[in-house]
DNA sequence: TTTTTTGCTGCAATTTGTTTGCGTTTTGTT
DNA sequence: AACAAAACGCAAACAAATTGCAGCAAAAAA
């Protein structure tokens, strides 16, 4: 377990999911390295594993606000891991797709007029689309 | 024409787009209501209309940036009317999936800092999640 | 209007992303 | 170590989305 608490191991004991091989390879896999990953991109990464246990490993990781998914508007899921201490958005090019991350977010104050009106638990997704500089050229 | 240049068969025109019967019909049905709906949503109101032509009619219309395409993590796709004068988003109810509009937005000042940063072009994607007073019973 | 061209549509088949059932293996617990 | 519960691999099933093609309707040209 690292210094920070943020190992793997920790994550999925934290959340009480079982310590396996794989989880640990998916979750290690997201958590050191920082963009949004399909299901493919995912599989590729962990050594002799079924796409069906990829995810399911990911919809168990959703489900325990572990990972977040991210619609980029290509009908591929993308998931990435949610660190509650950096959050951020993303800017994808409508060209090259390619992902940036957007650090600030003005959301929190919006959430918080959500929750005023009723509703509990509120959380949000936003994505930007812009052509990017290179592809400008 | 109405009175505000808003038929679908001035949209139609604006975007270049042929003013088939079809096409017509989809436009007036996504301009005339206001949630975002499926492909099969908008396939049911359609009056003898293939699932193909629905995709390709809504795909034509994504791409002329007559609708815009909204993800509610249930890996269904689904569009609604892109109306320029009333820019807004969502709050979905995670338990009820009812959809409700968020009519404020900061992020025009992010997408200014985006452009600022070099990006053209740039739009967003934006959706809440929660669960509504309804639900919370 | 008539002709020509362009591009939309229906149909059926296909591709692709995701889920499920089931027998086997691994994990966590006593 | 023994056991129950859960996860895994495999293959099949499913559903959303796409594509090829022949026929047809809309737009442009004559």
Known sequence: MDKNNRSS????????????????????FLMENHGP??????HKQI???????VY?????FEE??????????DNISRYEYKDLNHHHH???????H???TVEYCFLKEMEKMLTDQGYKDVS?????????QECQN
Chains 1, 2 share one sequence.
């Open 9 to 28: 191991t920790y994550v999925l004991k934290q959340a009480k999911l079982s310590n396996t091989k794989i989880r640990k390879s998916i979750l290690e």
């Open 37 to 42: 990953f399909s299901i493919d991109e995912i």
């Open 47 to 53: 050594f002799d594993c079924d796409y069906a246990t």
């Open 56 to 60: 399911r490993c990911i919809k168990k």
């Open 64 to 73: 325990c606000a572990i990972v977040s998914r991210c619609d980029f508007g």
């Open 90 to 96: 993303h800017i994808i090019c409508r060209s090259c």
């Open 98 to 100: 390619k992902i940036s």
């Open 124 to 132: 949000h997704a936003l994505e930007f689309f812009g052509i990017c």
